[in-house]
């Protein structure tokens, strides 16, 4: 145990796609890691620094996130919020993911500070 570490910590792990190709809004055509899926959520897990082990668990279905992501989109285009009042629909919609570039990114936080810890990618 590191008495200098916080104990306000928290695991994170993002479900991302490393590459997707299409013309965002500012006109970037090449996103990179993409978040999919927040498996911990917004707010990631509370984890104890005095503990030597951590474990954590968590499946999904890519058709369910996929199924979200799809509702997500419509739903934005059919009562965009009023910051996109001009909002004319996607030239492009990504909802479909590419199960070869997928690859989970976990990290640990001091959520006073926002400093991250320590950081693992995993391919898929």
Do not use: C
């Amino acid at each position: 145990y590191n008495s200098d570490l916080k104990n306000n910590l928290n695991l994170n792990i993002a479900l991302v796609e490393k590459s997707i190709d299409y013309v965002g809004g500012n006109g970037i055509t090449k996103h990179a890691f993409v978040v999919r899926y927040l498996m911990t959520g917004a707010e990631g897990e509370k984890i104890d620094a005095r503990e030597t082990t951590f474990e954590y668990s968590d499946s999904i279905k890519l058709s369910t996130i996929q199924n979200r992501q799809a509702q997500y989109l419509s739903d934005f285009e059919n009562t965009p919020p009023k910051r996109f009042k001009n909002f004319a629909g996607w030239n492009e919609r990504k909802e479909k993911i590419d199960p070869d570039q997928l690859a989970v990114v976990a990290w640990i936080q001091d959520n006073d500070t926002k400093e991250i810890i320590q950081s693992q990618y995993f391919e898929i």
